[in-house]
């Protein structure tokens, strides 16, 4: 990478960041307005579980990895990575981050790009297994169907059966691109044996990969009472999961935009009023998103200074 390109780098996650401000400056503000009808001990615990979500990525980084990567720059790049997944389509930021960040440490591009396939099975294995569990310890903590719209369900239904369909065609058709898939599919399930036979990394791996989605239940929980929100935690859990699995596809930055929406209603869907869930998902937002974003360009920057990444 020449010096132009690193220089520009450096300056580029502190130009994003002021973008996306001023594209929100409007939730921005009823956003910190909000924090001054709060209770800050609930608040300031909902901060500390924001910044244990990034020891539970670094764990579920490791996990994925047999070899040991450096511990304090790993917790780093997680936090600057955070940045990077809100600047751009959620899962690009981090997944560029953490790629580059892996390539620096010694892994071939294919074992790191195996590496990020792993980490990112055993994140959604984790939420969607938490979710599940939720709804079986509290069966009617959500109405079905309460986060999609009426007539919803049909063309989800149908995208979710048309994509792998396509998927297996062009694979069937384009021999190139089936033996690149083929030959990845055979290093990822390599490295998954490989961590697999070592007991702390699957530990890491799978350990982390539920405590990363309990970590920003947890917050959610912790602002909704600083608010005062008349619903049981493990109902705003259900409804912070729920959420995030149904806006995982959509293709925003950090989820911005759909995944207060998606929150708004799910909490309104578990019994809140629709003024306090919306002041609730403003905070939670304010503190689990915009105020890590300039710290961690801030870090995105210096290690792309110090060639971590």
């Known amino acids: 990478m020449t010096g132009t390109i690193r220089r520009i780098l450096c300056v580029l996650p502190l130009l994003l960041v002021t973008v996306v401000a001023v594209r929100h400056r409007s939730v921005l503000a009823e956003g910190f307005a ?36 450096p511990g304090r720059r790993l917790l780093a790049t997680q936090f600057a990575a955070g ?30 790009s195996a590496a990020l396939a792993l980490y990112l099975l055993a994140e959604s294995v984790g939420r969607v297994g938490l979710l599940a569990a939720l709804l079986v310890a509290f069966p009617g903590a959500l109405a079905p169907g309460s986060l999609l719209p009426d007539g919803a369900f049909g063309p989800l239904l149908l995208v979710a059966v048309a994509v792998p369909v396509l998927a297996a065609g062009v694979l069937a058709c384009v021999r190139r691109l089936r033996a690149a898939v083929c030959s990845f599919l055979r290093t990822a399930l ?60 959509v293709p925003t930055p950090g989820g911005l935009g759909s995944v207060e929406a998606a929150l708004v209603v799910a909490l309104v869907a578990v019994g809140g009023a629709a003024a306090a869930a919306t002041a609730v998902v403003l905070v939670f937002r304010v503190i689990t998103v915009w105020l890590p974003l300039l710290p961690g360009a801030l870090t995105l920057g210096a290690l792309v200074r110090l060639k971590v990444i």
């Open 34 to 69: 909000q924090l001054a009808t709060a209770r800050w001990p609930w608040l300031l615990a909902a901060a500390g579980a924001t910044c244990l979500t990034w020891v539970a990525a670094a764990c579920t980084r490791q996990g994925a990895v047999p070899e040991r990567l």
């Open 83 to 112: 940045a990077a997944n809100h600047l751009l389509p959620t899962g690009l930021g981090a997944s560029a981050v953490n790629l580059r960040f892996m390539t620096v440490c010694g892994l071939s591009p294919a074992r790191s």
């Open 190 to 249: 390599g490295e998954a044996r490989s961590v697999h036979a070592l007991p702390s990394r699957a530990l890491a791996l799978w350990g982390g990969a539920l405590a990363f989605p309990a970590l920003q239940a947890t917050a959610l929980v912790l602002v909704g009472v600083a608010f005062g929100l008349p619903v049981p935690p493990a109902h705003m859990a259900v409804a912070y999961l729920a959420a995030t699995v149904a806006v995982a596809l």
